[in-house]
């Protein structure tokens, strides 16, 4: 197949650069790589946002980005981006024209939805939309156009589905490919991050009021001779807060903030851990619990969005309902008192993670839905095929 992947506005050059590089940029490069050791072409369009850039760069993984402008070469807020849609749209067009054009075009968040559909409605070029977050706010009409008008929505998670139908899409138009996860460089082998001579709990989260780590330091003082590192999250109000929280419970001492870690320091970090915690009391995606799993680490986490589905109550780990810190504490307690029973979970969790998220997985799923919807299109399904003489 030939497949363009439209990533207006996150760059997935940058994320083969950065070691740092997580979220949907990452996404989009680690798809592109996968779905192109599978033997097919894939091109990925982008802003430009350096004039330093060339316009086309064939990456390591064989992809190819090709870097369109559109409004000024800088990076620009979502809202500022939209008023030179158009632009990007007459430059998707360009490229796409003749024998040039691709069989299947694949969208990453709703702006470039947007241009996708604008740049096919005369080809009749197939478009399948990522929304890559939580639908709805502001932008909750062009979500809803987009949806409707792509030939199909790949969404992470059921919890997922069940926003992008609450927004007025059909769920039939829907097909569930979960997040991927990198599992050779996410192993239960290598280094792993000093400890000191406690149990570890880990908990990689951004701070926040749905980040539930408070309902985590809530925890703490029935879960003796244990330490709490979490990873994620600036300095701010909500950081003073939690620190303030620990003070009062009488656990400050077993509490480190870590600040922002970068992504290429995750693994270590990981390994270091008796139990990765996920309190999340809203989350889509569960990234880090994937890659705990990855890591061969159980996870002990809340029974909520994407971590309902990739963690397997008592089979990778344990699931409790949100904002339940006692329950929360008797789930970390049952696990790091039970080394046996942690082992278990780590083989059967590094396992699930490697069968069911490693990106060659979802590659294979995500191309199935391409070529199903290029099937739906008709003519546009042969472009890719020889044509008989």
Wanted: charge should be positive.
């Amino acid at each position: 197949m030939k497949i363009a992947m439209v990533s207006l506005q996150t760059n997935p050059l940058t994320a083969l650069t950065d070691p740092d590089a997580a979220g949907p940029r990452l996404h989009v490069a680690k798809l592109a790589g996968a779905l192109r050791r599978q033997g097919h072409e894939v091109t990925a369009y982008t802003r430009r946002t350096d004039r330093r850039l060339p316009q086309r760069v064939r990456v390591a993984d064989g992809f190819a980005v090709v870097h369109l402008p559109a409004g000024p070469e800088q990076p620009l807020e979502e809202d500022v981006v939209v008023a030179h849609i158009g632009e990007f749209v007459r430059r998707l067009q360009g490229c796409w024209s003749g024998a040039a054009a691709p069989d299947v075009v694949h969208a990453h968040h709703w702006t470039s939805g947007l241009a996708a559909v604008l740049a096919t409605r005369s080809s009749g070029i197939p478009v399948v939309q990522s929304f890559h977050a939580p639908v709805g706010g502001d932008s909750a009409g062009p979500e809803r156009l987009v949806g409707r008008t792509a030939a199909a929505v790949i969404a992470t998670s059921g919890h997922e589905v069940d926003e992008l139908v609450r927004l007025g899409l059909r769920r039939s138009a829907i097909t569930t490919v979960p997040w991927g996860v990198d599992a050779d460089v996410f192993t239960p082998t290598g280094p792993a991050a000093p400890r000191t001579g406690m149990c570890r709990v880990l908990a990689v989260s951004e701070l926040g009021p749905d980040a539930g780590v408070d309902d985590l330091i809530g925890a703490l003082p029935a879960v003796a001779w244990t330490e709490l590192v979490v990873a994620g999250g600036a300095d701010g109000p909500e950081l003073r807060r939690l620190r303030a929280l620990a003070v009062k419970l009488g656990v400050a001492d077993r509490v480190t903030f870590r600040g922002p870690v970068p992504h290429a320091e995750l693994p270590a970090l990981y390994r270091s851990a008796d139990v990765v915690a996920c309190p999340q009391r809203r989350e889509p995606f569960g990234v880090a619990a994937l890659e705990a799993m990855a890591c061969g680490v159980p996870v002990v986490a809340s029974a909520v969005g994407g971590l309902a589905e990739s963690v397997v109550h008592g089979a990778t780990g344990l699931l409790v309902p949100p904002r339940e810190p006692g329950l929360l504490a008797r789930a970390l307690r049952s696990l790091l008192r039970d080394d046996v029973r942690r082992q278990e979970l780590s083989f059967a969790a590094q396992d699930r993670a490697r069968v069911r998220y490693a990106w060659e997985r979802v590659a294979l799923e995500t191309a199935t839905t391409y070529e199903r919807v290029m099937s739906a299109s008709g003519p546009v399904v042969t472009r890719w095929q020889k044509t008989p003489v």
